[in-house]
Nanobody
Framework: QVQVVESGGGLVQPGGSLRLSCAASGSIFGIYAMGWARQAPGKQREFVAHITSGGRSNYVDSVKGRFTLFRDNAKNTVYLQMNSLKPEDTAVYYC???????????WGQGTQVTVSS
């Protein structure tokens, strides 16, 4: 099986920056697509960012130009660099590893990001 663990969440002021990490371990024998989703209180889970095994990233429109997803394949780790944070970014951020096709994902436990003055 695969284990996914997020870290790096915390409290930051609007306009500030935060870097999240997601480390995958277990039955990993190559490069997998990985990404992030988030869930704010009372809201549905929302896709945030995705990076393919080839290193191509895509983002939800609301974070384009502010968030950057990149990976360290040697460590089976992906990072989400979040800049120009807004209160609307407040949520629990969950990382996933895509084992197969869409929907065949392993999820971490989440890390809280709070953007507030």
């Amino acid at each position: 099986q695969v284990q996914v663990v997020e870290s790096g969440g915390g409290l930051v002021q609007p306009g500030g920056s935060l870097r999240l990490s997601c480390a995958a371990s277990g039955s990993i024998f190559g490069i997998y697509a990985m990404g992030w989703a988030r869930q704010a209180p009372g809201k549905q889970r929302e896709f945030v960012a995705h990076i393919t095994s080839g290193g191509r990233s895509n983002y939800v429109d609301s974070v384009k130009g502010r968030f950057t997803l990149f990976r360290d394949n040697a460590k089976n780790t992906v990072y989400l660099q979040m800049n120009s944070l807004k209160p609307e970014d407040t949520a629990v951020y969950y990382c996933y590893l895509r084992r197969g096709g869409q929907g065949d994902d392993y999820w971490g436990q989440g890390t809280q990001v709070t953007v507030s003055s």
